[in-house]
Structure formats: structure tokens, C-alpha cells
């Protein structure tokens, strides 16, 4: 028996995902109907602007950034106009945090804070089509077994695991 951490796994799915877009530098952008100004401190900003090449080539398309506001243009297919705001914010946290250290460079660190921001969460009821196509993401993916937190996705039981527990 195989379970795995949907979570977890749909981390993986994204951040490798996320990683190829920004190396490729090919991210489907989806043009907003009616742009977003957000509204950041100076020192916000800053950030914003020293991320902001890596914030392109995952799909944000970006207008007039000012010292206090951001318009955004378009956002990542995976990003919904609700979570803009949201993501931005994790986004200045993580970069604030000195994430970077952990990861291996500002584009890893991107790459998991979009995939951690944006995966399905614990608890949270996948349809039987969207299992399977998790499931195939997963096991398509280079580093199938552990999350870009290197945390298992997966465990397998065995039938005598399951014997075992019975004696």
C-alpha cells in the first residue's frame, strides 16, 4: 500500500514545475482583466524589485511599481487573482527571513516558497481525477520522494508491516 502526503506531494509537483519555467524562461502567463495595485512598504518594494526578474519568468507580469505600490499585470496559470496579494506577501517573509540560505539560490527559494504558498493543504478533499493526476505528477517528477523541504511524500506499507502490527 502506498500513501502519500497530497500536500507534499503537490509541493514537489509545483516546485519542479516552477523550477523549469524560471530556467526555461517559458511560464504561461494569465493577463488580469483589470490589473492590481498593491500596496507595500518602501522596503517592501525593494525586495520586490530585486526578485522581480526571477517573479517574471514564473509568469507575474508586472506595470508601473512605484514606492509604494505594485500594479500586477498577470499572474502564473497556477496563482489566482485572490492569492496575488498573499503570495507577495510570503514571498517578502521568506526573502526577509533570509530563506535564501536554505535554498540554493533566490531562484530555489522562489521556486518553494511559491510551490509551499500553492500546494493543496493538509486536510483539503482532492476529486478522484485530480488524486490520479497528482499521483502521475508525482511519480514524473525528477525527485519524487521527498517535498523541496526534503520531507517524504511517500511511505509505502507492505502487506507484512500490516501482519506485523496484529501479533
Known sequence: MLIINQSRAHQRVLYEGFLKNITIKEAVSQQLLFPLTLNFTRGEISILKEIKESLC????????????????????????????????????????????????SQVDMLAKTLSKTLS????????????????????????????????????????????RKFI
Open 57 to 104: 519568468a514564473v509568469g507575474f507580469i508586472f506595470g508601473n511599481i512605484t514606492v509604494e505600490t505594485v500594479e500586477v499585470r498577470g499572474v502564473p496559470v497556477v496563482v489566482t487573482e485572490s492569492e496575488v496579494q498573499m503570495v507577495m506577501e510570503q514571498l517578502i517573509s521568506d526573502f526577509r527571513m533570509e530563506v535564501v540560505e536554505d535554498s540554493f
Open 120 to 163: 493543496v493543504k493538509t486536510g483539503e478533499v482532492l476529486d478522484e481525477r485530480s488524486q490520479v493526476g497528482l499521483v502521475n505528477d508525482l511519480f514524473a517528477c525528477k525527485e519524487s520522494a521527498l517535498s523541496p523541504f526534503n520531507k517524504r511524500t511517500y511511505t509505502t506499507i507492505t502487506e507484512n508491516d500490516i501482519d
